[in-house]
């Protein structure tokens, strides 16, 4: 039987969730209510959907446990320092997730430290969008949302065979996933289908075999599932080129605050010659040489890639750095100054 909205595609997916859902650190047991009466587990619920945009549970795992040791609730967030919260976040990418994320806790915390329990007043909130704002509905409060991610737009386009290329498709997923989402357990239904997605109908050889909802697959029983979902030709990459600069004296690294808006704003980073999405980058550098070249980093963002071209300061005239926004910082703890991959990359090749 091929997918329709009468077909029993959610029951059969939580009987399957109810024995195999994955155990991460930010989620309830399958079946359990949501705990109404804790104010903080909107705020982990929330905390990792952010943390999970464009990002594997994998590699958010760590990131989750740091946060919430470190700022245990939405109240310590708000109260955090800007710069150590985007030190902390380094390494997870997308930085503006991280400005939004100290945005919305002050939001919360100006409410009294509670999150709307509904979808229009989380969309009120700072970077929270669609997704998010269905997400935690549906999964901290048990709201009956519609909660749509890369995962979900897989499951549904091949349950339905929905041939239009994506982005174009996505009305005609997110229709088809409201017609099959429950009034009851829609939590764990979204949850449900983030699992299959990452588990079973995965983007590259899906394990159709030991799918619940096979039955009900249009694109399974084409024996089309790899067809699904129809992406559109991609646009090549625009190339970006830029320099920065490695500044050293007394065993300390100059490393300058990126400013607050744009690429990888407010984040501690080297000087650089102000690249951009849009352009190379042309600004002097911020001593006049000698300069040495050490070597390249490439590093490929969302709309474009970026050579790197790292230089080393040789000299020993660092007075002008006085009047520059800028900090000596230990080079032996200079992991902890949270640089973006890009530069604790551009960091590694002084260290060859």
Known sequence: ???????????????????????????????????????????????????????????????????????????????????????????????????????????VAARGSLFPD???????????????????????F??????????????????????TPLPGAKPAIRAATAAITPDLRAGDFAQAMMDLGATICTTRSPRCLLCPLRPYCAAQAAGRADAYPVKAPRRARPERRGKAYWIARDDAVWLVRRAGRGMLGGMRALPDDGWHAGGDGEAAAPLIGPWRAVGDVTHVFTHFSLKLELSLYSGNDWASLAAQDGEWWPLDRLEEAGLPTLYARAAQLVAR
Do not use: K
């Open 142 to 163: 048990g709201r009956a949302a519609v909660v749509v991610d890369a995962n979900v737009e897989r499951v549904v386009s091949r349950l339905f065979a929905i041939s």
């Open 1 to 107: 039987m091929d997918a329709s909205v009468d077909a029993p595609i959610a029951p059969a997916l939580l009987d399957w969730y109810d024995n195999h859902a994955r155990g991460l650190p930010w989620r309830l047991p399958p079946g359990t209510p949501q705990p109404v009466n804790d104010p903080h587990w909107p705020y982990r619920v929330w905390l990792s959907e952010v943390m999970l945009q464009q990002t594997t549970v994998a590699a958010v795992i760590p990131y989750f446990a740091r946060f919430i040791t470190r700022w245990p609730t939405v109240l310590d967030l708000a109260a955090a320092d800007e710069g150590e919260v985007m030190a902390a976040w380094a390494g997870l990418g997308y930085y503006a997730r991280a400005r939004n994320l100290i945005a919305c806790a002050r939001a």
């Open 118 to 140: 509904d979808e229009e007043g989380l969309r009120a909130l700072p970077g929270f969008g669609v997704y998010t704002a269905a997400a935690v509905a549906a999964i901290a």
